[in-house]
């Protein structure tokens, strides 16, 4: 869908008017009878205004009726970007019940100084995750979307019109990852996944790095290796790199599993059903590159998705195996299911060694305890810097993507040291998970200054924000946008 910005309205266009509590809409926007129709409309008190109110009408004019929708935004003094954002998407939403192609909006002046919001909130509450719908469904899917929304203002300056490409742009990587990380693993194997990241880089213009399992294994990614080694395919580290500035490089990092059984510590069915999600933290970072140069960020960026997917096999890796990995630590493996932190150790190491990053931080689906801890709309925020922690706080809080700061202790990271080897990839105390796997993670950043983001929750969701819905949510990709662009 196209946000276009307009001075007036079509008469022919069914139109949404966006209106405060106690607000008449400008006039030389609508048309005298569209105004007048306004006008008796809220003076007769059958419209007011109150948050979320809808009233439709249907009025004629010379050619056809024409639809209008009233919606409410109540109290001015209530607004503010994250209101936006939400009324956006709920406003976009009442519009796809008119059934039409084009729709017009009349929104506050007030709206418009949250305008990147408020058009994101559009975009994003436009997304339909049912892309493999076939028969009348598609039919339905198909009529029911919208193909441009033109806004409605006295003026438009060049600010505004920059901050409406912005939220196109930011939205539309948005929904594309959304569909990969809801993508069905036999749609979306280890290898299709790679090649996606190689076209997204021939097409952005990205440099690229793809490490298979002969270059792994010559450069000893252990614990990469090993949870791949119950797959059909081979597991790659794919990297990433824009060189938006010459600085110390920041690096982030996604997990990236394409689909997780569990391994041989198989999970129970209901708790497998939705694992192609388990890959979003990569999704996330290929996303944020997708907006480097289009956004241009000015920043030296590397990313670093290790992709396999956690198969069962006759070569699978078991618990009680000893795993030497790229750092040279030796991991006792306690369930095959703490699977993410084995591939993201060598990532980080890796990172570490190769780079030496200003800043390292990762994401990944990786603990259910934080799930727990925390539910779907906060991402468990852990790390080892407390300056790199407020700028990533100060980013979640701008772009309503919330993060809570969690320890990691002394305790946590007792619990990781194996009996046999180095480390164990699962305490023996069932508490504290997401604190014990950020603890795991965090003896392979060195002096680092390193972030790490359980996105478990806030990644695929069951509790959607107005801008989202069920399943991939994209979670990350504006908050990394945003840390990047105010560091």
Known sequence: MIIKLQTKSDANSPLIVALFEG???E????????????????????????KDQILNSVFDTKTKPRVILLYGLGKEADWNEKEARNFGAKIIRAAKGVKEKTVDLRIPSLAQDDLQAFAEGILLGDYNPAIYKTGEEQKKREKEALQTISLLAKDWDHHQRERISRAQALAETINDTRDLVNCGPNHLSISAFVDEIRGAAKEHSITITDLDKKKLEKLGM?????????????AHMVILEHKGAKEEPLVICGKGIVFDTGGISLKPSNSMQDMQLDMAGAAVVLGVFKLLKKLDIKRH?????????????????????????????????ANTDAEGRMILCDAL?????????????DLATLTGACMVALGYRTAGLFGTDQGLIEKIKTAAQRTDEAVCHLPITEADEKSI?????????LADVPYGGACRAAAFLKQFVGETKWAHLDIAGTAFTKEPKDYEVNMATGYGIRLLVDFLENL
């Open 23 to 25: 607000e008449a809409p």
């Open 27 to 50: 006039s030389s926007l609508l048309g005298k009878n569209t105004l007048d129709l306004v006008a008796a409309l809220t003076k007769s008190k059958v419209f007011s205004g109150k």
């Open 222 to 234: 252990g614990g990469l290796l090993a949870v791949n080694r119950g797959s059909e395919e081979s």
């Open 301 to 333: 960026v590397i990313g670093i998705m290790p992709i396999t997917d956690n198969a069962v096999g006759p070569h699978s890796y078991r618990p009680s195996d000893i795993i030497s990995t790229y750092s040279g630590k030796t991991v006792e493996i």
């Open 349 to 361: 190491s890796y990172a570490v060694d190769k780079y030496k990053p200003k800043y390292l931080i």
């Open 417 to 425: 040291k194996g009996k046999l080897a180095d480390l164990t990839n």
